[in-house]
Each structure stands twice: as C-alpha cells, then as structure tokens.
C-alpha cells in the first residue's frame, strides 16, 4: 500500500521560515494537500492541489511537490502556527502522513 | 454556512453495536463525496472510507473493510459509520469530512469529531 512519511518533529523561531516534507514514492505525480490540526481541535485545510489555498488561509502558508516529495512551507512563522500538520493523497485509496509537530519557540 | 454536524460521545462496552452520525447542510449533500477519518488518543489521522450520498456508493480503506460500515441518508443529508461489535481498540475520535472534487483530492470540511470510547 502507498505510503506518505513526515517528520515527527520540526521546531522553528518565531518569524522564521518552517518546512516540513512529505516523502512518497513519485508523490510529484499526484496532487498533495495539507491539513493543520490544534489540540482538540478538527482538521483545517490549509493547503491543497499541491499549492493552493483555501479560503482564508493566510499567505504565509504555500505548498510545492515535485519528484517525491511534498513540502509545506510557512513564512513568518507565527506562535498560532504551532500545531499538528499532516500531508494527504489519493493512490488508489486516500492516504495521510504520519503528521508534524511544529513548535514555534 | 456549509457545515459538517456530528452525533455526540458515545460510551460503549466490548461487544456492543453502535451507529455515529454526521448531518451536512448548507451545500447539496448528495453532490459530494463524505469520508470517515480515525484519530486514535495521540495518534495520526487514518482514512477509513467514503461514501458518494448520491447513489450510495461507498469504498473502504483495506484496514477497516468489514470492521465497519460507512451509509448514507440522503433524505436527511445524513452519513453514517456503524461497527456491529465495538473493540476497545476502537476507542477513539472519528471525523467526517467533505471532498470537494474541486480541491482534487482534499477533505474542505470536516466535523467537530465524535469521541467513541469502548470500555468494560
């Protein structure tokens, strides 16, 4: 079965720039999106056809994927940042990544 | 506003059935796809399955193929998840979520989430 690998963890400054990959096999051929989880709080799009964002989602939040791999990028990182980020797919079946932890300090 | 309305907590025993739900309004119910997602306590996000409300045609992610059954009402824009004989290793927050075929591929809406916890 396809699968979609993360980093547990990426810690970043506050006003500094935060990548955080998504690694799948020709990924770059399928269209990746990104969701920001809270605590206790439900899923938020954030990012989808690759680099598209939804309504709302402010512009420090961009999205590239090519070959591989998936990145997430947020500009000016902000401490509303910190949260759970997982990358999503379709192969045959809908497939999520592991999830990030971003800490904003 | 488009919104994705789920049941409530649910406190089961090993053994017993029970069946969430998940109420859209705001949108055509029956024009999109609705899928279930499994988040166990501290854990990732897990695609179980999806249901199209307007014919009723549903997939399952291998892992959760006849451990559950995802149905559809589309009378009263409702989508279900069902197990017959909960586990208390299906504890856990379960969303639904909208796919909009505009976002190729992404869920745009999702559910507050409904706690289902299995314990003797």
């Known amino acids: 079965s396809y699968e979609l690998t993360q980093p547990p963890s990426v810690s970043v400054s506050p006003g500094q720039t935060a990548s955080i990959t998504c690694s799948g096999d020709?990924?770059?051929?399928?269209?990746a999106c990104w969701y920001q989880q809270k605590p206790g709080q439900s899923p938020v799009l954030v990012i989808y056809?690759?680099?598209k964002r939804p309504s709302g989602i402010p512009e420090r939040f961009s999205g590239s994927n090519s070959g591989n791999t998936a990145t997430l990028t947020i500009s000016g990182t902000q401490a509303m940042d910190e949260a759970d980020y997982y990358c999503?797919?379709?192969?045959?079946?809908?497939?999520f990544g592991g999830g990030t932890k971003l800490t904003v300090l | 506003e488009v919104q994705l309305v789920q049941s409530g907590a649910e406190v089961k025993k090993p053994g017993e059935s029970l069946k969430i739900s998940c109420k859209g309004s705001?949108?055509?119910?029956?024009?999109?796809?609705i899928g279930w997602v499994r988040q166990m306590p501290g854990k990732g996000l897990e695609w179980m399955g999806i249901?199209?409300?307007?014919?009723?045609?549903?997939r399952y992610s291998p892992s959760f193929q006849g451990q559950v059954t995802i149905s559809a009402d589309k009378s009263i824009s409702t989508a279900y998840l069902q197990w017959s004989s909960l586990k208390a290793s299906d504890t856990a927050m379960y969303y639904c979520?909208?796919?909009?075929?505009?976002?190729?591929?992404?869920?745009?809406?999702w559910g507050q989430g409904t706690m289902v916890t299995v314990s003797s």
């Open positions: 056809q690759d680099s």
């Open positions: 249901i199209y409300p307007g014919d009723s045609d549903t």
């Open positions: 705001g949108y055509s119910f029956t024009s999109y796809w």
């Open positions: 020709k990924l770059g051929d399928k269209y």
């Open positions: 999503q797919a379709w192969d045959t079946d809908v497939v």
């Open positions: 979520a909208r796919h909009d075929p505009g976002t190729l591929g992404a869920f745009d809406i």
